[in-house]
């Protein structure tokens, strides 16, 4: 029976969250409203750990971030949660300045182990700053891991891994895929970080993506499963990136196409693509395509499921790149 | 609370400690020795050996700035040599020559430093929760300056450290400038400890240049911490007379600060010459013992700077560093 159960990506964080904190005491959670759940991954956690390890904070997310960090070093394990992913912008000094670069600055004498979570994702008609995904900031930064699955089953393995990371971990995922259900194991399992996911095989074209991108990006392999076979990696994790699975695919498929759903400019998508051109430009038959969105500021109202990859600007590229 | 003559004999050793390790400090900057900036501590060091001076080892603490926390540190035990090696790029510095300025000792629970002002705060809400979670009974040193508390963060903190009952001091080491700007230009009031009456945080205000009043006021605030009251803040007024940076002009706003209003400061409010001049007077010390201090601080930071000069200059490689961001 148990390989038939199925949750949802949120139910899954949150069996991670309590069979980690179960096993290790250090493990604490703390976020704005997290006591209530603003969202069912924290719902009714306290009820099991108690006011003082399912923490609410004052609506300061700067003083929140630095707690954490403060509390790690005295060698708890924190899980940072911001709600919506773009609330960590308040605490940048902290995210990217403090927590990923002090271990390096400061020696590599002490680790800093803190799972940072939000949830974040265009589509929900709600603007920027609900929407906006940090991987591409995270990665630009050293020493920041940064992860976003696409199924339940990985939310659940890639969150153990996190908590027992040592480093500063931003684990992010789609505000579209909370309710998103998928088989997931009872046991304690753990997904590597930086362990790309062959989601589904095929030989023509290779389309990385991740979250959400990647059911967008099975739905297009469907779609042109008759006349187009399209390999789907699910990156899984940006850093560390697991770029040999990735070469691996392309010396299949010899072309790539990349979808992600932050901005076009500077962000994963044009990361992998250099890397792409500088450690396997001879595999490829055609030059790489990126399906981002685009260089504006995320829309509210009616507007982004124009501005974020689609299905229909997926194939368009994917069409493309097999010309 | 009332301090023992032996208390008081160590606190004013690492006082003229301190300040022999200031002025070697400003000696090998302005020899070009050092990798970095530095931030002189000057009249104002009184303050940071008091808030060290009754920690234990396992007591969080993030030092003020001036003199980079020197005086904080050697008053709570930790070998500063390495320091100061540090700032000089060497491979025998505390974090082994990566930040310039940094102190890394997590042994005796000093985590870091920060090019950001004010970036303390919040982690010291950290090290508070943690202890309070842990029950482990550690007490947090939190030290600033007056011109920190422009920082939101640092409200963030405060608030957070009285609605929790954090064990912890917000130690302000006021000496009224915030880099080239006058405290009183940036903040409405006279004392910035006013801030805490809003969180409920009770306070005092100390004279900065009398080492034996921070003392106790130190043994003061953290009794009342490791009572269990939660947070307390206490303000230590002080004086800077020199520019904010080494090598810098000391402007207050448009305007150079008056060199002979400095230089007086300087000749009537050191620290160590009135802490010598009470412990003459209450007998505890002769002035061969004050002497014979004196030279011992000059000496040892002689030694330091040598120290530091006979350890390599720190230079790993890209793959080295590259393999040295996360923790394995």
Redesign the interface.
């Known amino acids: 029976m148990s390989s038939q159960r199925e949750l949802t990506l949120c139910e899954a964080i949150r069996e991670a969250y309590v069979e980690e904190m179960r096993r290790d005491e250090r493990v604490f959670m703390l976020g704005i409203s997290i006591q209530a759940g603003t969202f069912p991954h924290t719902k009714n956690l306290c009820e099991e750990f108690g006011t003082h390890r399912v923490v609410d904070t004052p609506l300061a997310e700067t003083g929140m971030a630095g707690c954490a960090m403060g509390a790690a070093q005295e060698g708890l394990r924190p899980i940072l949660d911001f709600m919506y992913a773009g609330f960590s912008y308040f605490a940048g000094s902290e995210v990217f300045l403090q927590m990923g670069q002090y271990h390096f600055l400061h020696g590599s004498q002490h680790p800093l182990p803190i799972v940072m979570v939000g949830t974040c994702g265009v589509g929900r008609r709600v603007g920027n700053e609900h929407a906006t995904l940090p991987y591409g900031m995270a990665i630009h930064h050293p020493g920041i891991k940064t992860c976003m699955p696409a199924t339940p089953y990985d939310a659940k393995g890639l969150m153990k891994a996190a908590i027992r990371d040592d480093n500063p971990v931003l684990f992010l995922w789609h505000t579209n895929l909370m309710m998103h259900k998928g088989y997931v194991p009872e046991e304690d399992y753990v997904v590597p970080l930086g362990v790309a996911d062959i989601k589904r095989e095929g030989s023509d074209v290779t389309i990385l993506a991740s979250g959400l991108q990647v059911h967008s990006a099975l739905k297009v392999a469907e779609k042109l499963k008759d006349e187009i076979s399209v390999e789907v990696v699910d990156a899984r994790s940006f850093e560390p990136f697991d770029r040999e699975s990735l070469l691996r695919s392309i010396e299949k498929t010899t072309r790539l196409v990349i979808v992600d759903e932050d901005f076009e400019r500077g962000g994963f998508a044009a990361e992998v693509s250099a890397q792409v051109m500088e450690h396997g430009y001879d595999l490829l038959d055609a030059p790489v395509r990126r399906v981002c969105h685009p260089n504006i500021p995320v829309p509210g109202g009616y507007i982004d499921v124009y501005t974020m990859p689609t299905s229909e600007r997926i194939e368009e590229a994917v069409r493309e790149v097999c010309r | 609370m009332s301090l023992t003559n032996d208390q008081k004999i160590v606190l004013f050793r690492n006082l003229a400690r301190a300040m022999a390790l200031d002025r070697m400090m400003m000696r090998v900057i302005r020899a070009g020795k050092m990798v970095g900036f530095y931030h002189e501590g000057g009249i104002a060091l009184a303050p940071g050996i008091a808030a060290g001076a009754f920690l234990q080892k396992e007591d ?1 603490m993030w030092p003020h700035y001036r003199a980079h926390g020197l005086a904080h540190m050697l008053s709570k035990g930790i070998d500063i040599k390495y320091y100061v090696a540090e700032h000089m790029g060497r491979e025998a ?4 020559g ?2 310039s300025f ?1 102190m ?1 000792f ?1 042994e005796d ?1 000093v ?2 430093f ?1 090019g ?1 002002i004010g ?1 303390n ?11 309070k ?2 029950q482990s009974g ?1 007490v947090v040193m939190n030290c600033s300056g007056d011109g920190s508390y422009g920082e ?2 640092c409200h ?2 405060l ?2 450290s009285a ?1 929790w009952k954090l064990p912890a001091v917000f130690w302000c080491e006021a000496n009224g400038m915030a880099q080239h700007s006058n405290v009183k230009d940036l903040f409405p009031g006279p004392n910035v400890s006013s801030l805490a009456a809003g969180f409920g945080i009770p306070s005092m205000v100390v004279d900065g240049q009398d080492l034996f009043a921070c003392a106790e006021a130190a043994l003061q605030a953290l009794a009342h911490v490791r009572q269990g009251n939660g947070p307390i803040f206490v303000e230590c007024k002080t004086y800077r007379v020199q520019e904010h940076s080494v090598g810098g002009v000391n402007y207050e706003g448009p305007n150079q600060r008056d060199p002979e209003l400095m230089a007086k400061w300087k000749e009537t409010l050191n620290p160590l010459a009135l802490a010598a001049a009470r412990l003459l007077a209450e007998k505890v010390l002769t002035q061969e013992d004050i002497d014979q201090i004196k030279a011992d601080a000059e000496r040892e930071a002689d030694e330091v700077e040598a120290f530091c000069e006979a350890s390599p200059k720190a230079l790993p490689s890209v793959a080295e ?1 590259q393999a ?5």
């Open positions: 969080p510095g505390c974090c082994k990566r930040s940094h890394s997590p629970h985590f870091g920060s950001n970036a705060f919040p982690l010291s809400v950290g090290y508070g929760f943690a202890a979670y842990k550690q939101g963060r963030e903190a608030l957070m609605n560093m040295a961001v996360y923790t394995a």
